[in-house]
Every structure is written in structure tokens, then in C-alpha cells.
């Protein structure tokens, strides 16, 4: 099974490429081949670009055929989540608003995927403006869980999650704005990192909530994303909330972990996550338990700590988000790009921008939408969005108080494990609910990652694990002790999708 | 139409309380948010990138130059600058508003606090300036195929994005109430002095004929005694004779409602620049929650408390001061400097005495001269196809005798018209004071025998008859002639 192509893991892959084993049109060829075979049935991706993966492919061959130095990840084919701009390659947002819309300049991130050689295999599904824990709010399509079909991958996120579990992508690229990396990466068994905020540049990233998103690494192990966090990432002047500092050392951090030594370091159990641990599912606490157990083992002190305010992180979450959303949203209107409905010389300006958003938008963003203009409101202003930001600080300060204290902290990614399609979609706030763990890091600022520590039902379970802010490095340490203690990967033993 | 009370008698009964909102764009080489350029006049939509267009992902960054130049003016206009500020967005959909909200500030301006001294008829006022702050422009819609130009009845609307996102500053005033019958002037002086003041910054053209400067003018009235009444704001004033004009009316519509018995609705008004008048815009039902909140996309701004010391000590001399100077460099009373205000002619004035001419010509030429045809023109006397350097050039013929005054009236309608230079209008059209004695001695001679009883008079020793004849000889020699020659000659001859 390991001879396969797509069965190396990306850091595997760079080797081989680097080192001539390798062809990176090989690699490519056979990584689109796979997307050929099983994304009928996974629908991960909104857009394969055969020709420009292949071509960048060709790039590096000749770049190594001539001897010429290139990065680290040079050759290693990825997948972009459809909300990270793209020049020339169709970019929706998994809106139907943005339908057929050809960006005509790159992001940040997209740049640097460019500059270090790495074939951009096609554009992945998500719930429409990243909106959603299930990719069950895309436009275009219905995305599955490799485990398991008649289940969800996950979101909004799900797109990347599931090309990278179904062995489409050793790599991919995700965006994070209550948890949209880390609870995919949960539910599919893979590995997922949002980045400290502002260390990633989000220009060019589709703006679901600005103070909130983060775009980060979507991968199979902590290695291959700390090797794609550190080509992705670092300072970029054209977003003003980015942070001018050097990046972490995730790399190395990932390596360090990776001998299972953890002797010295402080891990924080949150009492207030433990308290709802009676409304989450008991095979994702008890794989829980087992981590922390493992944690101790390999010599990491487990240390409890309090931080109140993180009860209110949902209720903040969902008036701050919808908040930035519903002024980030308006801007999709049908006068400059994009969808224009009712344009037909009997409705009036307005009319057409009504019209247009109307048609435009799915449920769930007219919903937030809604919310957020609402909490905006005046008269209502203060009582919502500004109480809200209130709590956000009490959360800050509840992280840095824990981070006095440990080094990190440890919950479960998510209180349950992938659900069926159609479970959820009934009552938000249930869907609402799978970022529970995962959203005081984004109203934070800090990283957070996801590593695969279990089954549940015959489903991945994901340990979280948050550091304080520019400390990602301790994330990636720990993630990468935990799968240590695996024999096997545990994203390596996912169900075989049957090609076609 | 509404109906309007005559002015005089409204200014009897009701007292008007102003409060004026400016909005300058600034002249920085780029946009607010983006790299794009701010030249005016370019083909529509050629001065656009990514994020002034607000396609999907695009990301602001504050322009540092606009920031700079909005701190200067907040220091030149007295006000304290905030040692912590940001932007917010203020949400509302418009087409030509590529995000559909405006970036701008809201409860925390750069500038806060300051004030203006203007003079009117010799007396100060003292006008508040509530808060100066930095938002940015929005594009421009051009509504094809209706009557109005407006957008009902239209068929097409096309939007130029070049103006959108150019920096601009908002200068707002705290109510200026105490200016009673001279409340337009004292608006008119308001906006004379603010647009002075930026000039001399040198941080925009501050040109209201290009929109580079635009007045929106808020107006109540009330009883003496009584309360502040129900203002309304006047949308798009945009020079300065607007602004008299628009307070002006306001105040006739306005009292002339209040004498009915009507109540004052608080309301946005358009001024119309060819009536002078004002016609209700958006009504109340339709105003707008604009759900102000701060723009997550951009940092807060702290500027030091070293770096606004530096652009203070760094400001030029301020009109106000400037004026002074001049006034006494010139020699001119209060009242004759406060003509070259009025007629916003310092700087042309400034201009041609360093072109080399006396300050009295300059007054002279600037204040009588042009300024007929300026007004005739309905023109700012600044916009005349004429420069301070030709007007120097000017008199300097005339101080060299060269050209009398009615000479040089003519080599103005050349220079007006776009002929050249006076010098170069006078050769072409052969505009020069005869000096030629026996060119005149014979035109004298001429009307000397076509008026012989004229000329007796003189021989008796009526001298003041002499005008008749060199009326004959001017007319003669087509004003050419210098008057003083010609009368010399004459009482040579008869004398």
C-alpha cells in the first residue's frame, strides 16, 4: 500500500522529488489520477486544474533537471480551499453569488503556494462563505466523509479535509474563522492548523469575518502541515491586521515532538469545557481521556485551569461574526462582478441588488446575515456586538491567564463525531454547537491545532491543542508527540474509497 | 416653490443657527486604501485595482501621506489630536460605493476640538469645529437616458470608480449660532477661510469647481430667546457663492414656514446652481441606520505625541497671519484689504507684486478690472483666463506709458480671450499709445480748424475747453493718444 504515490506523506514526497525518485509530473499525474478516480464520489473539489498543476509540475522537473535550489515543499501538488483567491482559476466561495467569477489577481497565500513550486491542484468544496461545520451549505456541492459517505466531512472546511483523508492531496490549504480547519480535520482523521491571527496574511482570502479568519495548513500529519505553515505564512504589508514578527518554528517543533518526549511541558485541561462534556458524546470524551493519559505518559504535566468566560464564547462568536459578515457580504450586490438577477429593464437599481442577493445567497448566510445586521442596529448595537466584544476580552484575558500557568491547552476538537448529512441542518444552533471547543481561540487570536487521537464508532476524534499567541510551535509539538504513540497513523487507516 | 419671505424682515424675527460640513479631498499620489492613483480626469475606470473595486478578498491599507495631511489641518484649525483613533464602516448600499460601506471614523475622529476665526464687516467669529476626520471618497454615477440626469426615469447607470476610495477629510462645525442677519456671509467666510487654510497646507487643491472641496450647510431658526429650532442640511453646496445663496434661502423658505405655523422637518436638501434654491431630498421614513462599527480590517491608530509636534512646529504661516503681513507690506486700510478678501484676491494680488508691480496696481487691476468681468462672467475671479504675471505685465505698460487705461482694457479682452500675453495682444492688435509729437501735432491741428469757435474759447483763456478737442484728437487717433500729450500740445498751440 505504501508504494502508492498517494499514500506518502508530503514531506515523504519533497524527498523523493528532491532527490530524483521522484518526478513531480509523477506526483502530480498521480494525484489528479486519484481525483479522477474517487472525487465522483467524494466531491472534495469545485475545480480541477489538470493543466496548470501539471504545468507547474514540469516547472520544477526542469528546475531540478538544471540544478537549481527550491523550496522545501517544491513539487508537493495542493489543494486550495475555494475561498482563497486564485488569478485564473475560478473562485466562488461555494456561492452561487459568485458563480463563474475569474479572479484576476492572487492572494497572499496563493502567491507564496506559487513561489515555492507547488502544483495547485484544483479549487475544494466548503460551506458557502466558509459559513457552516458541514459543507451541507455549499451552492455546488454535496461533499462526503471518506469514513464514511453517508456522513459529513465536516466545515466549512470539508472540501480540503476530505481531498486530503481520501489520499486526493497530501496537502491542502484551509481557512478557520470558529474552527473551519480544526473540526474537519477532527471528523475526516486529518491534521489541521489555525495559525496565529495576523501571522497569515489574509489578503486575498474571501472575507467571511475579519477579525475572526485565519487561513492555515491542511495535511495528514503535524510535519507536512508545519512544513506548508511555514511556506504559507510571515508577514505580508498588504494586510494591515498582520503581524510583523518572525514566524514560529513549527518545523522544528513538529520534529521535536515527534520523539514522543514531553518532559517539562504544561498542559492545561479547561474546567469549563469538562463541565460540558455530559452534552458531548461519551466515545469522543473517553477518547479524549485516553490522550490526556498519553499526554501524562510521555511526561507532560496535566494542570487544570479556569477560564469563565470561555461559556460565552458561542453566543460572542455569533454576534461578532455575523456582525463583520453582514458589512463583508454587502458587497456582493451584481454591480461589478458576479451574479446580477433581475436585470431586465423592469427593475430598478435597487430592485437588481435585492434581487441579485436574494437569488444569490443560501440559507445559511442570509441567516447570518440577518443576525448580524441586527446586532448592528441601532438601539441595539450596544446591547449585541458591543457586549460581545466586552466578553471577547474577558476571553483574551482568560487565555493569558491560563498561559501563566501552562504551556498549552488540551479539549477535544469537537463534542461529536461526524454526523449524518440532514441531522443538523434542521436546528442551527445544533450545528452551532460542533465549534464549541474551537471558537474562544479565534476570539483569542492564538493557534489551535487538531491531531487525530482516536475512533469513536468506527470515526476519527480529534484533540485540540491552543497555545498562546505567535506560539504555535508548542502546538505543533505536541500534535506531533501525540501521533508518536500511533503505530500507524491514524489518517493513514481510513476506509479504502472504492476508484472508479 | 416654496414661498420665501423677504430676507431683511426674516432676519427681524428669527435668529439662524448654522453648522457647516466640509469635505476636502485630499491631494496624495495614491488612494486611501490602495496603491491607485488620485489624478483627476482619466478615462473612467482606468484608476481602479482590487481593492478600491472591493473585489472578493481585497484588503485595506491606510494611506501614512493622508493620515499626515488630515493631523496638519486637525493643528491649523486648533484641534486636539487623538492619541488613539480608528476607522469604521459605515454600512449602506450604493452602487458607486464598491464595498457598500464607506470606511470612514465614527466615535473616534483623528481631530477633535478646535476652532476658526473668521471676519465679517470688521467683526470676529469664532467658529467651532466639532471633529476632523478621514474617510474616503465614493465613485461617481452617471444616469443615462432620463430627463433629469437623476436616476428615476433613467435607463442606464454607469459608475466611474477612479474617485472611489481618493482620501477625503470631514470638517464638521459645532452649531455657530450669534451670526444674525450676516449668517451667509459668515458661511461663505467659514469656507473661504477652511479652503485658505488647507491651501496653504499644501495638502489639497481645495478646487470646489472640480469637487475637490464640497459644503453640505445645515440651518435652524428660532425666536430670540427661544430654543435651537429644527435644522435641515443642505446637500452639495459647492462654491462659495453657493454657500451665501444657500443660506440665504433657507433662512426666506424656512421663516416663512415658521410664520404659517409649520413645523421644520429635519431633512436633507439639494441646492440647485441654477435657481438657488432648495428642494427636499431623502425624507425621514427612508433614513438610514448606517450600523457604524469598527473596520476589523485596519489597525488603530496612536499617533506620537513627538510626530504631532514635529508636523506642528512644521506648519506653514496660516492665512489669517499671512493676511496681516501683506496688509501692512501693501499699506492698505482694513476696509480696502477686506475688499481683496471678499473678492478672494490675496493670493493673485501676492502673486503680481512678486511678478514686479506695485501693490496699488495690483489692487488696483485686481480689485476694479477684473472683477467686473468676473462677476460678469459669474466667475471666481481666480478661473479668469488671466494670470498675476500678465497682469504685472500689464501694468508695467501702462507705468511705462506705453498703454493708457482704456488701451489696457482692450489688451485684456485679448489676454481673455486667449491671444497671448499683453504684450504680444498689444503688438497684434496695434494697441499702443501714440508718441509720435507730429503724428498728434497734425491731429491737433485738424480739430483746431474743424472747431473754431473752440478754439477761440481757448485762445480767451477757457482752458477747461480744451476737453472738446482732445475728445476729437482721442477719437481721431483711436484712444491711442496719451490725453496729457495731446493737452499739452493744444494750449502750446492756442495758448
Request: net charge negative.
Given at each position: 500500500m505504501s508504494d502508492r504515490i498517494v499514500d506518502k506523506t508530503a514531506a515523504e514526497l519533497a524527498a523523493d522529488i528532491r532527490e530524483g525518485r521522484l518526478t513531480a509530473v509523477a506526483v502530480t499525474t498521480a494525484f489528479l489520477d486519484r481525483i479522477a478516480a474517487v472525487d465522483g464520489t467524494v466531491k472534495a473539489f469545485l475545480h480541477v486544474d489538470r493543466e496548470g498543476a501539471l504545468a507547474t509540475a514540469r516547472e520544477v522537473d526542469e528546475a531540478l533537471a538544471r540544478g537549481e535550489e527550491l523550496g522545501p515543499l517544491a513539487g508537493v501538488p495542493i489543494a486550495v480551499k475555494d475561498v482563497v483567491v486564485t488569478k485564473g482559476l475560478p473562485t466562488t466561495a461555494a456561492s452561487k453569488i459568485l458563480e463563474g467569477w475569474i479572479p484576476p489577481y492572487d492572494a497572499t497565500i496563493t502567491e507564496r503556494i506559487k513561489a515555492a513550486k507547488m502544483p495547485i491542484l484544483g479549487k475544494t468544496n466548503l460551506d458557502e462563505f466558509a459559513m457552516g461545520s458541514s459543507t451541507e451549505y455549499s451552492a455546488y456541492a454535496q461533499t462526503v466523509n471518506p469514513w464514511d459517505t453517508a456522513r459529513i466531512p465536516g466545515g466549512s472546511g470539508g472540501g480540503s479535509a476530505a481531498a486530503v483523508a481520501?489520499?486526493?492531496?497530501?496537502?491542502?490549504?484551509?481557512?478557520?474563522?470558529?474552527?473551519?480547519?480544526?473540526?474537519?480535520?477532527?471528523?475526516?482523521?486529518?491534521?489541521?492548523?489555525?495559525?496565529?491571527?495576523?501571522?497569515?496574511?489574509?489578503?486575498?482570502?474571501?472575507?467571511?469575518?475579519?477579525?475572526?479568519?485565519?487561513?492555515?495548513?491542511?495535511?495528514?500529519?503535524?510535519?507536512?502541515?508545519?512544513?506548508?505553515?511555514?511556506?504559507?505564512?510571515?508577514?505580508?504589508?498588504?494586510?494591515?491586521?498582520?503581524?510583523?514578527?518572525?514566524?514560529?518554528?513549527?518545523?522544528?517543533?513538529?520534529?521535536?515532538?515527534?520523539?514522543?518526549?514531553?518532559?517539562?511541558?504544561?498542559?492545561?485541561?479547561?474546567?469549563?469545557?469538562?463541565?460540558?462534556?455530559?452534552?458531548?458524546?461519551?466515545?469522543?470524551?473517553?477518547?479524549?481521556?485516553?490522550?490526556?493519559?498519553?499526554?501524562?505518559?510521555?511526561?507532560?504535566?496535566?494542570?487544570?485551569?479556569?477560564?469563565?468566560?470561555?461559556?460565552?464564547?458561542?453566543?460572542?462568536?455569533?454576534?461578532?461574526?455575523?456582525?463583520?459578515?453582514?458589512?463583508?457580504l454587502a458587497r456582493y450586490d451584481g454591480v461589478r462582478y458576479g451574479l446580477r438577477a433581475g436585470d431586465d429593464g423592469r427593475h430598478g437599481l435597487e430592485e437588481v441588488m435585492s434581487l441579485t442577493r436574494e437569488a444569490g445567497f443560501g440559507p445559511e448566510v442570509k441567516r447570518r446575515i440577518i443576525l448580524g445586521t441586527y446586532a448592528l442596529s441601532a438601539g441595539y448595537v450596544d446591547a449585541f456586538y458591543g457586549k460581545a466584544q466586552k466578553v471577547r476580552t474577558l476571553i483574551k484575558r482568560d487565555f493569558e491567564a491560563a498561559f501563566e500557568r501552562v504551556d498549552a491547552l488540551i479539549s477535544p476538537t469537537t463534542p461529536f463525531i461526524a454526523f449524518k448529512f440532514g441531522e443538523r441542518t434542521g436546528d442551527p444552533y445544533q450545528m452551532y454547537l460542533a465549534d464549541l471547543y474551537t471558537i474562544p481561540t479565534n476570539l483569542y487570536g492564538g493557534p489551535g491545532v487538531s491531531v487525530p487521537v482516536g475512533l469513536s464508532e468506527g470515526m476519527p476524534v480529534g484533540l485540540q491543542v491552543m497555545g498562546p499567541v505567535m506560539g504555535d510551535d508548542i502546538t505543533y509539538r505536541v500534535a506531533a508527540a501525540v501521533e508518536s504513540t500511533q503505530d500507524t497513523l491514524l489518517a493513514d487507516t481510513a476506509p479504502e474509497i472504492e476508484e472508479q | 416653490m416654496s414661498r420665501l419671505n423677504d430676507y431683511d424682515k426674516a432676519v427681524e424675527t428669527y435668529e439662524p443657527v448654522l453648522g457647516l460640513e466640509t469635505h476636502i479631498e485630499l491631494d496624495t499620489n495614491t488612494k486611501m486604501f490602495c496603491g491607485c492613483s488620485t489624478a483627476f480626469g482619466a478615462e473612467p475606470n482606468t484608476q481602479t485595482c482590487p481593492v478600491c473595486l472591493a473585489l472578493p478578498g481585497a484588503l485595506p491599507v491606510a494611506n501614512k501621506a493622508a493620515i499626515e495631511a488630515t493631523v496638519k489641518i486637525g493643528l491649523a484649525l486648533n484641534c486636539h489630536i487623538a492619541e488613539w483613533t480608528r476607522f469604521a464602516r459605515k454600512n449602506y448600499f450604493y452602487p458607486d460605493m464598491p464595498k457598500n460601506f464607506q470606511t470612514s471614523q465614527y466615535e473616534e475622529p483623528l481631530c477633535e476640538n478646535g476652532y476658526v476665526e473668521v471676519a465679517v464687516d470688521g467683526v470676529d467669529y469664532r467658529i467651532e469645529i466639532e471633529r476632523v476626520h478621514l474617510e474616503e471618497d465614493t465613485g461617481k454615477t452617471l444616469h443615462v437616458g432620463g430627463a433629469t440626469g437623476r436616476i428615476h426615469g433613467a435607463t442606464e447607470s454607469l459608475v466611474d470608480y477612479n474617485r472611489a476610495g481618493i482620501p477625503l477629510v470631514e470638517i464638521v462645525t459645532k452649531p455657530v449660532p450669534g451670526t444674525g442677519a450676516?449668517?451667509?456671509?459668515?458661511?461663505?467666510?467659514?469656507?473661504?477661510?477652511?479652503?485658505?487654510?488647507?491651501?496653504?497646507?499644501?495638502?489639497?487643491?481645495?478646487?470646489?469647481?472640480?469637487?475637490?472641496?464640497?459644503?453640505?450647510?445645515?440651518?435652524?431658526?428660532?425666536?430670540?430667546?427661544?430654543?435651537?429650532?429644527?435644522?435641515?442640511e443642505t446637500k452639495n453646496v459647492n462654491s462659495l457663492r453657493s454657500v451665501e445663496r444657500a443660506v440665504r434661502y433657507e433662512v426666506r423658505r424656512q421663516s416663512a414656514l415658521l410664520d404659517d405655523g409649520v413645523k421644520i422637518i429635519q431633512e436633507t436638501r439639494h441646492f440647485h446652481e441654477s435657481t438657488g434654491e432648495t428642494s427636499p431630498g431623502r425624507s425621514k421614513e427612508e433614513a438610514t441606520d448606517y450600523r457604524y462599527f469598527p473596520e476589523p480590517d485596519l489597525a488603530v491608530m496612536e499617533p506620537s505625541r513627538e510626530w504631532v509636534e514635529e508636523l506642528r512646529a512644521g506648519l506653514p504661516e496660516l492665512p489669517r497671519k499671512r493676511r496681516e503681513r501683506l496688509q501692512a507690506t501693501w499699506g492698505l486700510g482694513d476696509k480696502e484689504m477686506q475688499s481683496v478678501v471678499n473678492a478672494d484676491a490675496v493670493g493673485l494680488i501676492e502673486a503680481t507684486v512678486a511678478a514686479g508691480t506695485t501693490p496699488t496696481g495690483a489692487v488696483k487691476w485686481w480689485l476694479g478690472e477684473l472683477s467686473r468681468r468676473a462677476n460678469e462672467a459669474g466667475a471666481e475671479l481666480g478661473a479668469l483666463a488671466i494670470t498675476p504675471e500678465q497682469v504685472a505685465e500689464l501694468q508695467g505698460m501702462v507705468d511705462d506709458g506705453r498703454l493708457n487705461d482704456k488701451l489696457a482694457r482692450q489688451v485684456i479682452d485679448g489676454v481673455l480671450a486667449g491671444e497671448g500675453s499683453p504684450v504680444e495682444v498689444a503688438a497684434k492688435r496695434g494697441l499702443e499709445v501714440v508718441s509720435d509729437t507730429g503724428a498728434l501735432e497734425a491731429a491737433v491741428d485738424e480739430a483746431i480748424s474743424a472747431n473754431p469757435a473752440v478754439a477761440e474759447k481757448i485762445r480767451g483763456g477757457t482752458h477747461a475747453a480744451a476737453g472738446v478737442l482732445i475728445g476729437a484728437v482721442m477719437k481721431a487717433t483711436k484712444g491711442q493718444a496719451d490725453a496729457g500729450t495731446v493737452r499739452k500740445i493744444i494750449l502750446e498751440k492756442l495758448g
Open positions: 481520501a489520499k486526493m492531496a497530501p496537502l491542502a490549504i484551509g481557512t478557520d474563522t470558529g474552527g473551519s480547519i480544526r473540526q474537519p480535520g477532527a471528523v475526516t482523521g486529518t491534521f489541521g492548523a489555525k495559525p496565529t491571527y495576523g501571522s497569515n496574511s489574509r489578503y486575498g482570502l474571501i472575507a467571511f469575518s475579519s477579525s475572526l479568519d485565519t487561513p492555515g495548513p491542511v495535511s495528514r500529519n503535524a510535519l507536512d502541515g508545519a512544513l506548508l505553515h511555514e511556506v504559507i505564512s510571515g508577514y505580508d504589508p498588504r494586510d494591515s491586521t498582520a503581524i510583523d514578527a518572525p514566524v514560529p518554528p513549527v518545523v522544528a517543533a513538529a520534529k521535536a515532538g515527534a520523539d514522543g518526549d514531553l518532559s517539562g511541558v504544561k498542559l492545561g485541561v479547561v474546567k469549563e469545557f469538562d463541565q460540558t462534556f455530559d452534552a458531548a458524546e461519551p466515545g469522543v470524551v473517553e477518547a479524549y481521556r485516553q490522550a490526556v493519559e498519553q499526554l501524562a505518559k510521555l511526561g507532560a504535566e496535566i494542570v487544570e485551569v479556569s477560564c469563565p468566560s470561555f461559556s460565552y464564547a458561542l453566543p460572542t462568536y455569533y454576534l461578532i461574526a455575523p456582525s463583520e459578515a453582514s458589512s463583508n | 450676516l449668517a451667509p456671509e459668515v458661511a461663505k467666510a467659514y469656507v473661504a477661510e477652511l479652503r485658505d487654510i488647507v491651501r496653504s497646507l499644501g495638502v489639497s487643491d481645495v478646487r470646489m469647481e472640480q469637487g475637490s472641496l464640497r459644503c453640505d450647510v445645515n440651518l435652524s431658526l428660532n425666536k430670540p430667546g427661544e430654543e435651537w429650532g429644527t435644522r435641515t
